[in-house]
């Protein structure tokens, strides 16, 4: 017998979700519009993450590496040498993904894992983030400022939020399909039994350091998406905004509380969370730092009494 | 041509030598008994096998290659499933999902195939009514039962099975007695390693005795079962005996 459950409508959930996003920007002004854009920003990069964080069951503490690799990629070649930040941004996504490799190959051939892998992520988006701090080519602690060209879609640069809103939303529904595909493919089953118990993936014939590879190089190619994209909406990147440990905490913080591994997880969850960080900026704002404690409550509340995340709840109603 | 044979297989954790100077040869077709006390180097030996150790010493030849050395993974797709002593079932997927894990790679990657195969395991195991149930929640006789299913999905030549019967209540044994017999009469060569006597009387063909990583016997269960050093192994010397 199948329980009666509110995840089983999730497809007319979500499709009235999208179809109210995509008409309420008309009516919402500029400042509403720019909260939705972090939101789905921060879903999109949640999740990316999720793939390797969520599925997988690696959980990366290093993310901003492959965001501050897209950022920096498409902006240096478009301020250096004129090259479109489309075209950029899928490069960034290449290099991103050899190096996501790269990490992927010399933390699992030597078997981290859970604190240990998490740790070496870290140090990664560390090691960049020195590296940008000290380097010409990345404009050193200055950062890198892109010059507005004006509205232009081969410069990725527009002059209405609303173009960046579309643009955002549209890679949100990229992710949900690719997210969708993963999940029900060999791919997804065995990502699952990978975090599950890799003894057991192993015996049942599964290169598991071939599947988690597989799983980093997805992950780090579609982060590092996400970061050309907020470059190119800020129009000013630096060390700290890109490979910093705070950007990484917000990439996994939105799939931790809304579901790991699974399709919709990380979009709940900043759904839920933009808002409430606003909200709480907004009313406490008179006294610093008394959002960020309200909003650690929240967070240390959810995951000690939904630890499946909030999908994990939709699913049990 | 013997379906698995060692040879000379050592292999030792610091100072102690788990498998000591090893020679064996299974047949096909055979259902051969691994018994011997605690500590005897049974489940040492299946992590050889299976590739989740590697042998400091010696070879183990599977059909006539050698697959010493090789990664877990690689010898699954030859041919050779293991069961965990310590079952490990993935727990938050369901029986069919956990099944299925081990079916994706037989040779056909037709998605309503390998559910079929599934499918059919699950009948035959019996789990047909648990299999949307998830890993954790099923009880030590269907995990058992589940992480058969999975090894035989992979489509084995060689199971190399470590207590499957531990922790089942007599009945339960009997069932898995027979599906062992069942599993040999279809052509599935079985290497068992039981505590359970009664058991492993029941299903072997031939039993082979380690003690201390050596192979103390080697025959039919009644020759076994009358060997002089396996009595002494399992009870003792009769000079220690007092009255």
Not at chain 1, 95 to 118: D, E, H, N, Q, T
Not at chain 1, 146 to 158: D, H, M, R, V, W
Not at chain 1, 289 to 295: A, E, N, S, T, V
Request: proline share 3%; glycine share 12%.
């Amino acid at each position: 017998m199948r329980k009666l459950s509110l995840y089983r409508y999730s497809y007319v959930l979500m499709g009235v979700t999208l179809l109210l996003l995509t008409i309420l920007p008309a009516f919402m002004g500029s400042y509403y519009i720019h909260i939705l854009i972090l939101i789905l920003v921060y879903a999109y990069l949640g999740s990316s993450w999720n793939v390797l964080g969520g599925y997988c069951g690696q959980f990366s503490f290093g993310h901003a590496t492959f965001f501050g690799l897209g950022a920096y990629t498409s902006t240096i070649l478009f301020m250096r040498f004129g090259i479109s930040p489309w075209i950029g941004m899928v490069l960034g996504g290449i290099l991103s993904m050899f190096v996501g490799i790269f990490i992927g190959f010399i933390c699992f051939r030597y078997g981290l894992k859970g604190p240990f892998f998490a740790l070496a992520t870290l140090a990664f988006a560390e090691m960049f983030r020195v590296a940008a701090l000290n380097i010409p080519l990345t404009g050193k602690a200055m950062g890198i400022l892109i010059t507005l060209k004006g509205t232009s879609f081969p410069a990725f640069q527009f002059q209405e939020k609303i173009y960046y809103y579309y643009i955002i939303l549209a890679f949100n529904v990229f992710i949900v399909l690719v997210t969708h595909l993963i999940e029900n493919r060999k791919l997804g089953d065995y990502l699952e039994a990978i975090k599950e118990d890799e003894d057991a993936a192993e015996a049942l014939g599964i290169d598991t350091l071939r599947y988690k590879i597989i799983a980093i190089s997805i992950s780090s190619f579609l982060t590092a998406l996400g970061g050309t994209f907020y470059a190119q909406y800020l129009f000013y990147i630096d060390p700290d905004i890109c490979f910093g440990v705070h950007n990484s905490i917000e990439i996994f913080m939105r799939p931790i509380f809304g579901g790991l591994g699974t399709v919709y997880g990380a979009f709940l969850g900043s759904l839920i969370l933009g808002p409430l960080s606003e909200l709480t900026r907004g009313l406490l704002g008179g006294y610093s730092g008394m959002h960020l404690m309200l909003f650690g409550v929240v967070l240390v509340v959810v995951i000690i009494f939904l630890p499946r995340g909030v999908v994990g709840l939709l699913k049990k109603i | 041509m013997a379906m698995l044979e060692v040879q000379g297989l050592i292999k030792s954790f610091g100072g102690l030598t788990a498998i000591n100077n090893l020679n064996l040869a299974i047949e096909e077709g055979e259902i051969v008994g691994l018994i011997g006390p605690n500590g005897a180097g049974k489940t040492t030996f299946f992590n050889l096998v299976s590739g989740f150790l590697k042998p400091d010493c010696g070879k183990i030849i599977f059909k006539g290659k050698n697959i010493t050395g090789l990664k877990p993974h690689v010898i699954c797709r030859k041919g050779i499933a293991r069961t965990f002593q310590i079952v490990k079932p993935f727990p938050k997927l369901t029986t069919f999902k956990n099944i299925r894990i081990g079916a994706y790679h037989r040779s056909s990657s037709n998605r309503k195939l390998i559910d079929e195969r599934v499918e059919e395991i699950l009948n035959f195991l019996g789990l047909e009514e648990k299999k949307n149930m998830l890993g954790s929640d099923l009880t030590i006789a269907d995990r058992k039962n589940l992480e058969l299913g999975r090894s035989l999905a992979t489509n084995p030549k060689l199971l190399l099975l470590d207590e499957i019967m531990g922790g089942l209540n007599p009945v339960e044994q009997g069932r898995m007695i027979n599906v062992v017999k069942r599993l040999n009469q279809e052509g599935i060569t079985s290497l068992v390693i039981e505590h359970n006597m009664r058991a492993i009387m029941l299903c072997s063909h031939r039993i082979i005795v380690l003690n201390y990583g050596e192979k103390i016997a080697d025959g039919t269960p009644e020759q076994v079962a009358k060997n002089q050093n396996v009595i002494k192994v399992y009870l003792g010397d009769q000079e220690n005996v007092r009255d």
